[in-house]
């Protein structure tokens, strides 16, 4: 099942109509709408706004595997699992990235998320700044970013890495001919 079809799930499950959540995430209902049907992918800020309305955890929207009752995850490499945001042919949303969960996905209960991020980019200029609750970590692997960051432009390059309050509107744009790739880490209060 892909993060579409859980999302409308969860939300069918609590009795809440598209609008309800729409209210309580600040995103368009249009929107949600369009990521229920697959025809929209949802970015990671997204994700942690529908999760907090829908009471849940980020993970338990990104992986349709149960949960340990303990906080442990052994990912090998090669074994990060890619996050299925849409069915194929769905449009790739605004975000211009892609990436993947570096935990395995039988984890429950942890604050942290991280993801390895890979940017496209051709979808630079589609990118718009979102906030939502919480905090990141990123330290770029390989490639250049521009990060619009509450207002202001900062250039990130391979080794660079950064922290921010995610609460605050920001973005990540890749520059130049080559993807540049990202380990992301989210952390979520609550």
Same mark, same amino acid.
């Given at each position: ?30 929107? @949600? ?29 990104? %992986? ?55 940017? *496209? ?10 906030? %939502? ?20 432009? %900062?250039? @990130? ?7 921010? *309050?995610?609460?605050?509107? %920001?973005? @990540?744009?890749?520059?130049? *001919? ?13």
């Amino acid at each position: 099942m892909n993060v579409a079809k859980r999302i409308r799930r969860m939300r069918e499950a609590q009795d809440l109509t598209v609008v309800q959540v729409a209210e309580l995430t600040g995103l368009s209902a249009d929107y @949600l709408r369009a990521v229920e049907l697959g025809e929209e992918v949802p970015s990671i800020g997204a994700v942690i706004k529908i999760s907090r309305a829908l009471g849940s955890k980020m993970g338990q929207i990104l %992986h349709a595997q149960g949960a340990r009752p303990e906080i442990f995850s052994l990912c090998p490499a090669g074994e990060a699992q890619p996050v299925v945001r849409a069915p194929a042919g769905a449009k790739q949303g605004g975000q211009g990235y892609t990436y993947r969960s570096l935990l395995s996905p039988d984890i429950r209960g942890q604050g942290m998320e991280p993801f390895l991020v890979r940017f *496209d980019p051709e979808a630079a200029s589609t990118v718009e700044p979102i906030a %939502h609750e919480g905090e990141e970590f990123l330290y770029v692997l390989s490639g250049t970013l521009e990060l619009l960051y509450d207002g202001k432009t %900062h250039t @990130l390059k391979s080794g660079d890495s950064l922290y921010l *309050d995610s609460s605050r509107p %920001h973005a @990540l744009r890749a520059t130049g *001919d080559t993807p540049p790739q990202v380990v992301a880490v989210v952390y979520s209060k609550g």
